[in-house]
Nanobody, 122 residues
Framework: QVQLVESGGGLVQAGGSLTLSCAAS????????MGWFRQAPGKEREFVAA????????YYRDSVKGRFTISRDNAKTTVYLQINSLKPEDTAVYYC???????????????WGRGTQVIVSS
């Protein structure tokens, strides 16, 4: 399994922006599809976004399209999630995930990070 460490969470006012980072422990992560999930208090973890290993294709859940952008820098073995126009309902723990394909990342990731907390105040 690939070790993943998220960072960049925090307390932000509604309407603000945030960029989350996910650093991987090994260069082979450049061969993996990567993604982000989130889990709000009292709710199940849900898929947010995924990106193929080359970064050429991205996928988003419908509710975040236009506000969230996933990207990756394979040289830095890091994946990013930029979040704009934050809403209180974006409050959640955000998790990084890795898998062999984007479909695997979105459904049954092989590796998980421990998460980073995002709190959006109204």
């Amino acid at each position: 399994q690939v070790q993943l460490v998220e960072s960049g969470g925090g307390l932000v006012q509604a309407g603000g922006s945030l960029t989350l980072s996910c650093a991987a422990s090994e260069r082979t992560v450049s061969n993996y599809a990567m993604g982000w999930f989130r889990q709000a208090p009292g709710k199940e973890r849900e898929f947010v976004a995924a990106i193929t290993w080359r970064g050429s294709t991205t996928y988003y859940r419908d509710s975040v399209k236009g506000r969230f952008t996933i990207s990756r820098d394979n040289a830095k073995t890091t994946v990013y999630l930029q979040i704009n126009s934050l809403k209180p309902e974006d409050t959640a723990v955000y998790y990084c995930a890795a898998g062999r394909t984007a479909t695997e990342v979105a459904t049954t990731p092989g590796s998980w990070g421990r998460g980073t907390q995002v709190i959006v105040s109204s």
